[in-house]
């Protein structure tokens, strides 16, 4: 199979043929959401019906095409229904479904291929069938490992919704509130360091990395019991607008982890996988973690994830009860193994770093001609570009960040909101030519929306 199979199903996108959402979208979802609760914004804000996808291409029940730059949302990384992946699943959908964590032929090639693309000795695995799942099981994990129960996360960081995971992450947010008095006992967050808007900076104006561990060694001292288990941190943040931190921040988060007996726990579930560039984010860095989470582009839309631990604590994983109903079926297997793959063979990863430096390239140009984009950020297919009211002031631009999501997704581009950041997680099959289709798409609606403000 050419890995070019996707080029097929994306000729002539994107193509809108009703107003959008058109009218079949609107009655489907008027009769889901009488029953319906609960649903994300992105939906809210463009309540749109998919009714087919392949490769970068989403079809809605209109028949209008869209070109897709969310993959779900960072999930179908290596295109809708790739037609290896769908096969594997189907394979094993018609011979085995589940037969909970007994081994099985799958089982075994996936995991001998996971630790082999794994850095370092991480090669102490369970699996599950959600990101956050897998979090709560590292965070168990890491209870046991050095019988701490304290946990330090970062402002902007999102690690799922169970109670350990919300407890990692801001509690109140946009649309999101959480009912009740405080985190889980034993949760702190501390700020981590965004280029664009440092907390802490050198006499220069750069931002200050050393500052950042200073601080947490103050943290712990004066806020903790001195009993933390691990920091847990997502190694770019996904949910908070695709913030990098600077280069040196891991490499010295490392070694003060080291210092202090805390486990780093890596959760990888967005940026892992290939979406950087790497097969994990933190391979950036250099930068071996004690504990990692897979999830999103690990089964490219099939729900598989990973909890992962380094070969020391691999006993750990024996005293937690770490295994699940669903957690590594053979379909999940089959999906994941495939997922890993067709990242080797058809070069992902070398797509991923050709097409994402063109797409930064771009949007540095972006961000010198218009008034309203203050920063630019990303790696890989990981990408965000931050919208202000006023480069100086660098005051978020919420109100324009809705708009550009709706106008562009009313021209064709499927993709994420984020507040005054603009999302994007296109699939890592992705070339040029597509690239620049929808960042052309995204700049024509930041251009209107300027307008309408009366900027230009
Ligand atoms: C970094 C990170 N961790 C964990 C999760 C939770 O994953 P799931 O939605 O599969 O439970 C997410 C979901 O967006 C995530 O971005």
């Known amino acids: 199979m050419s890995k070019d199979w996707w080029k097929e199903t994306a000729k002539g996108i994107p193509q809108i043929i009703t107003e959008t959402p058109g009218p079949e979208s609107k009655r489907i979802n008027e009769r889901t959401n009488r029953y319906m609760r609960g649903i994300s914004s992105q939906v809210k804000l463009f309540p749109v019906a998919f009714e087919e996808g392949s490769g970068i291409t989403l079809t809605d029940v209109d028949g209008n095409r869209y070109l897709d730059f969310s993959s779900g949302i960072y999930v179908t990384s290596l295109g809708h229904c790739h037609p290896k992946i769908s096969e594997a699943i189907a394979k094993w959908a018609n ?177 892992g996988m290939g979406r950087t560039g790497e097969w994990l984010c933190m391979n ?60 080797e063979e058809e070069q992902i990863l070398e797509n991923v770093r050709r097409v994402g430096a063109h797409f930064m390239k771009r949007m540095e140009k972006m961000k010198a001609d218009h008034p309203i984009i203050g920063d630019v950020k990303g790696k890989g297919f990981l990408l965000g570009i931050e919208l202000v009211k006023d480069k100086a002031t660098k005051e978020p631009f919420e109100e324009a960040g809705k708009l550009v999501y709706q106008k562009a997704f009313r021209k064709g581009l499927a993709w994420i909101p984020a507040g005054h950041i603009l999302r994007m997680s296109p699939p890592l099959i992705m070339d040029e030519k597509y690239a620049d289709m929808g960042l052309d798409i995204i700049e024509e609606s930041i251009a209107e929306v300027e307008k309408e403000f009366g900027y230009k």
Not at 185 to 194: E, K, N
Not at 196 to 221: H, Q, S, V, W
Not at 292 to 304: A, D, Q
Not at 305 to 331: C, F, H, Q, R
Request: charged share 25%.
């Open 95 to 271: 011979k085995l479904m589940n037969c909970h964590d007994f081994a099985t032929p799958v089982k075994e090639k996936l995991l001998e291929k996971m630790v082999k693309v794994l850095p370092g000795n991480l090669n102490s695995v369970q699996f599950y069938s959600d990101g956050t799942s897998a979090v709560e099981a590292g965070i168990r994990a890491a209870r046991a490992i050095g019988n701490h129960h304290e946990f330090i996360s970062c402002f902007r960081d999102f690690h799922g919704k169970s109670m350990a995971a919300v407890s990692c992450a801001q509690m109140v947010r946009g649309d999101v509130y959480s009912y009740g008095p405080t985190r889980a006992t034993g949760f702190y967050m501390v700020p981590r360091p965004d280029p664009y808007r440092p907390l802490f900076k050198k006499e220069d104006g750069t931002i200050d990395t050393d500052a950042y561990i200073n601080f947490y060694e103050d943290f712990i001292r004066e806020s903790t019991v001195g009993n933390v288990a691990a920091f847990v941190l997502e190694p770019a943040q996904g949910w908070g607008g695709s913030i990098f931190p600077p280069e040196d921040f891991f490499p010295k988060l490392r070694k003060f982890c080291d210092d202090k007996g805390i486990l780093l726990f890596d959760d990888e579930v967005l940026a």
């Open 284 to 343: 950036h860095w250099d930068v071996v973690p004690d504990i990692i989470t897979l999830g999103k582009s690990f089964g490219n839309g099939f729900p598989v994830t990973a909890m992962v631990v380094k070969e020391e604590y691999a006993e750990v994983l024996d005293k937690i009860s770490a295994s699940s109903s669903y957690g590594g079926n053979p379909m999940a297997c089959a999906a994941a193994l495939a997922s890993i793959e067709v990242i």
